[in-house]
C-alpha cells in the first residue's frame, strides 16, 4: 500500500467529487483519432501511424509499434455505458498542448509526491476515468462515432500525446504462456478505487495550495492556479 494512503484523511471534498460512473481499471484503454503522438516522424495523428514506425517513450527513446488495435465505437442515446463514455482531458490539465479524449480505461502516467514509494517513486499510473474532476477533467461525448487507436509495443511502454501527456501502452500478452524470465513490471498501475483516492487527495491540495498562494510579480495569484472542478 502506498505511503499516503497510511497517513491520508478523509478529504472534505470526497463527498462532493464522487463520480456518477462507476470506476473501471487501466487495461487496454484507447486514445480517439486526432490525437498526437510523439514518433520519428514528428508529431503524428495517431491514427496514421504504422505497424513499424517509432514512437517516442518515456523510458526507453524510439520505440517500434509491433501492433495497433483500430475500433470504430458508435455510442448509443441513453444512460452512457461507463466503458465506453471517452474521458475529456482540457488543454494543458496535464501538460498536454492540445485538449484530447480518451477511454476510460486508458492508463494515464502522473507524478505525485503524494505516490511516492518506498524508493521514492512518483510515478504511478492511473485509468483515466479516475481522474475525473482533476483540472477540469470529465467525461464527455465529443461525436456519436468514435475512432479508437491502441498501439502497442513489445513491453509495456508510456508514449507522449499531444507534447506533454503520458500515455500508458500495455504490450501483447499470451495468456497460455508463462515466461520465468520476464523482467518485474516497469510501472505501477493502481487499482480504480486507490487511483481515485490519490487523485481526491491531489485534488485537495491544489486547492489548499491555489488558495494560500500570495500574489506574486505582475499581480499573478491563486485565481490562476485555482483547480478547475
Known sequence: MLDWLLKRKLSPMAEALETEYPLVAAGQGGILSGTHVASNLGWRPIEALAVGDMALTFDHG???IVDIHRETLLLTSGAPNPLTCPVYIPQDALNNRAPLWVMPNQGILIESDLACDGQ???????????????RGIRRAEPETRLEIVVPRFAQDEVIYLEAGLLGFSVSPRDLLSFDTSAQP??????????????????????SVWANTLPMGPGGHGAAEYAVMV
Open 120 to 134: 521514492g517513486d512518483p510515478f504511478v499510473v492511473v485509468p483515466a476515468c479516475a481522474l475525473e474532476g482533476y
Open 62 to 64: 524510439m520505440q517500434p
Open 185 to 206: 513490471d516497469l510501472y505501477r498501475v493502481l487499482q480504480p478505487d486507490t487511483a481515485r483516492e490519490l487523485v481526491i487527495d491531489m485534488i485537495t491540495e491544489e
